[in-house]
């Protein structure tokens, strides 16, 4: 028997979920901006509702209609259907900004009393909301920096004495800006070691810096990998979004609760999402092959200290290079780097790009280059901030799909002047 071909992410992208003579035989799907759905008969109504309150089982075959925008709408269940297909996951809940997948998923699995363990540094927005928000509501956390081995948090999270008390393991890998890495194989065994019969710990992943075409959380044990699909997901710095995808369980919960926050994307924002995911990888792997030519460059320049790149990781940096190379297929278009001397040499660099922009952000057709120190880690208390290796020289750059040649004379000319 001749085996079935399976389609790749990449093929499937322009039409998978999407039925055109549901829209007029509209080659591209339509932007549903309605609010509300329109029944066909009362009985219809009543069967939908049933099963969005999940007050019966679906018959065979049945599945819940549209209803209201708040609760589901094309533009975003085909989204979701497409972005699972990348992960692998059974499905996916897609937010109106990164942020609110993090802070909707955090609240959904922890309770008062709760604790979240999680990886330092982590995304400034999500590293402000759980030490800053989730405390409000009894909910404690206790962070280990990226070189922490797992015994080492074993040792740290025993010695607290919350063991008992652990519900989530929160990581970002590779962690911004430094792309320190983490185990997450080791994560998943962590949070088996502690998980019980009546209560299961969750691994999270915010997995926006490799996924989802380079790092497969769900791979390794996580139940949720989170992304914020204002970057390579949407690639163009034209719209702000968020995902997460797992299993059907967890997704439910998830978008149950986001029903109830009323956090999901709105139709415009799901169909500028269908549009990138149709390039998503090309996008990516150019801006990959892009960043290994300019990070080789950075590596040998007089004036570059430090280069920070999963591409320049070598055997002899042990664990780290074992972990890049088990759980992530390419290096990424993501790079920091130090120049030498400090804050102000820094700025000279990114005052004289032509090319490059300055600004925040990331995933980006463009290149972007920022400074992390005063920019997006201002908020990290300057003590911690220097532990983990962000100072004032350091500069981080998203490389985007320009040639890399331009990118190279820009940076080369911009380091002139420092
Ligand atoms: C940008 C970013 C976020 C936040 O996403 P928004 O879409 O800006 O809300 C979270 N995590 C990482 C790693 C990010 O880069």
Redesign the pocket.
């Known amino acids: 028997m001749k085996k079935k071909h399976k389609f790749q992410p990449e093929s499937l992208m322009m039409s998978y979920g999407y039925k055109p003579e549901l829209s007029e035989g509209a080659i591209k799907c339509p932007i549903f901006q309605t609010s509300t759905f329109v029944f066909k008969s009362a009985e219809e109504g009543k069967a939908y509702f049933e099963l969005a309150y999940g007050l019966r089982e679906a018959r065979e075959k049945e599945e819940i209609g549209l209803i209201y925008s708040r609760i589901n709408n094309p533009d975003l269940e085909i989204l979701e259907n497409r972005i699972a297909l990348w992960e692998e996951a059974d499905d996916c809940a897609v937010f109106e900004?990164?942020?609110?997948a993090?802070s909707t998923v955090l609240m959904e699995f922890m309770k008062p009393g709760d604790l979240v363990l999680c990886s330092s540094p982590v995304?400034g927005?999500?590293d402000h909301f759980i030490k800053h928000f989730l405390p409000k509501f009894g909910i404690h956390y206790l962070e280990f920096k990226p070189d922490a081995r797992f015994d080492d948090i074993v040792e740290m999270l025993e010695k607290a004495g919350l063991e008992d008390r652990l519900r989530m393991i929160y990581v970002?890998t590779p962690a911004?800006p430094t792309n320190a890495l983490i185990d997450l194989e080791d994560m998943g065994k962590l949070a088996n070691r502690y998980s019980k019969p009546d209560k299961k710990v969750y691994l999270a992943v915010?997995n926006?810096?490799m996924g989802p075409l380079w790092q497969h959380p769900l791979r390794w044990g996580a139940d949720i990998s989170?992304y914020?699909?204002?970057?390579y997901l949407g690639g163009h710095s034209d719209v702000?979004?968020?995902a997460c995808c797992g299993s059907k369980e967890v997704i439910h919960r998830i978008k149950t609760l986001r029903t109830f926050l009323g956090n999901m994307a709105g139709p415009w924002t799901g169909w500028l999402l269908l549009r990138s995911l149709e390039t998503l990888k090309l996008r990516m792997e150019q801006q990959a092959r892009n960043a290994q030519q300019v990070a080789a460059y950075l590596q040998q320049h007089p004036k570059v200290e430090k280069v920070y790149y999963l591409g320049l990781l070598k055997p002899e940096d042990g664990p780290e290079y074992e972990t890049y190379k088990k759980q992530c297929s390419s290096p990424g278009a993501m790079l920091s780097f130090d120049v030498k001397g400090g804050e102000p040499e820094a700025f000279r660099f990114l005052n004289n790009l032509r090319l490059a922009h300055l600004a925040v952000?990331?995933g980006s057709t463009e290149t972007l280059a920022e400074h992390p120190a005063s920019m997006t880690h201002a908020g990290v208390h300057p003590g911690h901030r220097e532990e983990i290796g962000i100072t004032g020289k350091m500069v981080r750059m998203s490389v985007g799909v320009e040639n890399y040649r331009d990118i190279i004379h820009d940076i080369e000319q911009a380091l002139e002047k420092v």
């Open positions: 900004s990164g942020m609110s993090i995304y927005g999500t970002e911004n915010d926006t810096y989170l914020s699909a204002t970057k702000i979004a968020g952000s990331l």
